[in-house]
């Protein structure tokens, strides 16, 4: 059974920097796609990073403040989070996606078999 368990969210004035971690377990951790989304009451989860094969992907809302990055030995994918703006204010979820097609950019929730329990993220203006 796969959990993913996220940390390191938390309350930060605008501007400031959080780095969340996910640690893997219950599997190997070799061919897989792992993925943070983010998601505030009443709106859809949205995708927000992905680290695949060395490949990274972001969404134009984070592009050029957030940088995902993997940790094999220790099963751990992390999102290091900067220039932080209030809209940026979400619970943030973890996914990780079994032998993906890595020429395949996962952006959607379908594309993910796991998901964390998530972490609150708040941006205070």
């Known amino acids: 059974q796969v959990q993913l368990v996220e940390s390191g969210g938390g309350l930060v004035q605008a501007g400031g920097s959080l780095r969340l971690s996910c640690a893997a377990s219950g599997r190997t951790f070799s061919n897989t796609a792992m993925a943070w989304f983010r998601q505030n009451s009443g709106k859809e989860r949205e995708f927000v990073a992905l680290?695949?094969?060395?490949?990274?992907n972001y969404a134009d809302s984070v592009k050029g403040r957030f940088i995902i990055s993997r940790d094999n030995a220790k099963n751990t994918v992390v999102l290091q989070m900067n220039s932080l703006k209030p809209e940026d204010t979400a619970v943030y979820y973890c996914?990780?996606?079994?032998?993906?097609?890595?020429?395949?950019?996962?952006?959607?929730?379908?594309?993910?078999?796991?998901w964390g329990q998530g972490t609150q993220v708040t941006v205070s203006s």
């Open positions: 996914a990780l996606r079994v032998r993906p097609n890595y020429s395949h950019i996962y952006t959607g929730v379908g594309g993910y078999d796991h």
């Open positions: 680290w695949s094969e060395g490949r990274t």
